[in-house]
């Protein structure tokens, strides 16, 4: 029902900035919101930024500050604004959007490499 494309990713290095772009396709009219996560090698998957229809946002701890997650005004994109990237920001960044109903969808992800 809901497909995610994510673009944007690529090397850096550390104190550089970078923007992710994730379009959705299909009913999203039926998401409620949209973010981002992240895997890097043998870490679990983490939340990044999330935000919901209303607005709402919430951003972990890490990137607090340095990252700014946004929506367009049909909802159907969302994009995460990575600035000052540190190494440990290194990760395959994958969007999320979420039903109503809390049914997700994943994207491809793309990769985010930052080198010292």
């Known amino acids: 029902q809901v497909q995610l494309v994510e673009s944007g990713g690529g090397l850096k290095q550390a104190g550089e900035s970078l923007r992710l772009s994730c379009a959705a396709s299909g009913s999203i009219f039926r998401i409620n919101a949209m973010g981002w996560y992240r895997q890097a090698p043998g870490k679990q998957r983490e939340l990044v930024a999330f935000?919901?229809?209303?607005?709402?946002?919430t951003y972990t701890y890490p990137v607090k500050g340095r990252f700014a997650i946004s929506r367009d005004n049909a909802r159907n994109t969302v994009y995460l604004q990575m600035n000052n990237l540190k190494p440990e920001d290194t990760a395959v960044y994958y969007c999320?959007?979420?039903?109503?109903?809390?049914?997700?969808?994943w994207g491809q992800g793309t990769q985010v490499t930052v080198s010292s």
């Open positions: 935000q919901t229809n209303a607005g709402s946002t």
């Open positions: 999320n959007a979420a039903e109503w109903n809390d049914r997700a969808y």
